[in-house]
């Protein structure tokens, strides 16, 4: 399985990484500003998304990518503070959605049983 992880912080961004190789997957990392070219370039069975980064948020790339991506997309947040990302976290109604604060062990439960 290949997978791409988006998040402006590289040590969260590796540590999630170093945990999804250990389900076999093969990962890329990425910043937001390179995250386009990338989901441009190279097909991804799965796509770990921060929500809050500098330059595009996660709802932007979201929004971006065809129709036929958006399913392969799991947000993991530390929060959404803007009104236009809180907008889409009410869209989404939460489903592939988990907060940083909360257990990673929850992200990879979800990811093992979606996408495995």
């Known amino acids: 399985m290949k997978a791409l992880i988006i998040d402006d912080d590289m040590v969260v961004a590796r540590s999630v990484q170093?945990?999804?190789s250990l389900l076999d997957m093969d990962v890329?990392?990425?910043?937001?500003?390179?995250?386009?070219?990338?989901?441009?370039?190279k097909e991804y069975d799965l796509i770990?998304?921060?929500?809050?980064?500098?330059?595009?948020?996660?709802d932007e790339i979201y929004?971006?990518?065809?129709?036929?991506?958006?399913?392969?997309?799991?947000?993991?947040s530390g929060g959404t503070n803007i009104?236009?990302?809180q907008q889409f976290c009410n869209e989404?109604?939460?489903?592939?959605?988990?907060f940083k604060k909360d257990r990673v062990q929850d992200l990879f439960l979800y990811i093992t049983k979606t996408f495995n």
């Not at 989404?92 to 988990?98: A, L, P, S």
């Open 48 to 58: 770990v998304c921060d929500m809050m980064m500098p330059s595009i948020n996660g």
């Open 18 to 20: 170093r945990l999804m």
């Open 28 to 41: 890329d990392v990425c910043d937001d500003r390179m995250s386009m070219v990338l989901l441009n370039d």
């Open 83 to 85: 009104s236009s990302a």
């Open 92 to 98: 989404m109604n939460d489903q592939g959605r988990f």
């Open 63 to 76: 929004r971006r990518v065809p129709d036929a991506m958006k399913d392969k997309f799991v947000f993991f």
